[in-house]
T-cell receptor, first 118, second 118 residues
Framework: GAVVSQHPSRVICKSGTSVKIECRSLDFQATTMFWYRQFPKQSLMLMAT?????????EQGVEKDKFLINHASLTLSTLTVTSAHPEDSSFYICSATAGVWRSNNEQFFGPGTRLTVL | EDKVVQSPLSLVVHEGDTVTLNCSYE??????LLWYKQEKKAPTFLFMLTSSGIEKKSGRLSSILDKKELFSILNITATQTGDSAVYLC??????????????????FGQGTILTVHP
């Protein structure tokens, strides 16, 4: 099946710094990537939808200036958490899809990035 | 807004027990319902259900959908300690990108935390 990677898998940073998380589709072209956030003991919450070559669509309540998303190529989307604070500590997961939703196999999850802000 | 509710939120059983996990949903333009298993990292796909009354089965796991009652169940028979995980139910919704094409974005339920003791 298709593979999606994320880097880094884990990051610890100081409050006020910015952190960039990469999501790559390794063997297919991802026209759309989704960024999710998961707090401890909670479910995945969609943050934004990232379409290649256009601006990301953010879900209600997600600050677009704080969570910068760039989808510059068909295999790479990046999420930058700017001026990170301890409350941003979470598990960030991306998923990628190659095209029109037809079946489960068209959305593939990355392994996730655990962010800890001190 | 799409909505997915899972129950119970947590479940503790012993090896060999059978468990039933529940998922109810409200979604416009229903296309499918998905079940995932999550063990400390990104979710792994279990089932996709699109039609009522047709059971999907994989080993000791099975799932069925009732589109009239907007409900799905996931059954696990003869549970093992390796079944301990969070089980997530999700429905895909449509989003439009700049080109006008729709792609799936997932709305997840809260998840059911299953703990199987030896």
């Amino acid at each position: 099946g298709a593979v999606v990677s994320q880097h880094p898998s884990r990051v610890i940073c100081k409050s006020g710094t910015s952190v960039k998380i990469e999501c790559r589709s390794l063997d297919f072209q991802a026209t759309t990537m989704f960024w999710y956030r998961q707090f401890p003991k909670q479910s995945l919450m969609l943050m934004a939808t990232s379409n290649e070559g256009s601006k990301a669509t953010y879900e209600q309540g997600v600050e677009k200036d704080k969570f910068l998303i760039n989808h510059a190529s068909l295999t790479l989307s990046t999420l930058t958490v700017t001026s990170a604070h301890p409350e941003d500590s979470s598990f960030y997961i991306c998923s990628a899809t190659a095209g029109v939703w037809r079946s489960n196999n068209e959305q593939f999850f990355g392994p996730g990035t655990r962010l800890t802000v001190l | 807004e799409d909505k997915v509710v899972q129950s119970p939120l947590s479940l503790v059983v012993h090896e060999g027990d059978t468990v039933t996990l529940n998922c109810s949903y409200e979604v416009t333009n229903f296309r499918s319902l998905l079940w995932y298993k999550q063990e400390k990292k990104a979710p792994t796909f279990l089932f996709m259900l699109t039609s009522s009354g047709i059971e999907k089965k994989s080993g000791r796991l099975s799932s069925i959908l009732d589109k009239k009652e907007l409900f799905s169940i996931l059954n696990i028979t003869a549970t093992q300690t390796g079944d301990s995980a969070v089980y997530l139910c999700a429905v895909p919704g449509r989003v439009a990108n700049a080109g006008g094409t729709s792609y799936g974005k997932l709305t997840f339920g809260q998840g059911t935390i299953l703990t199987v003791h030896p």
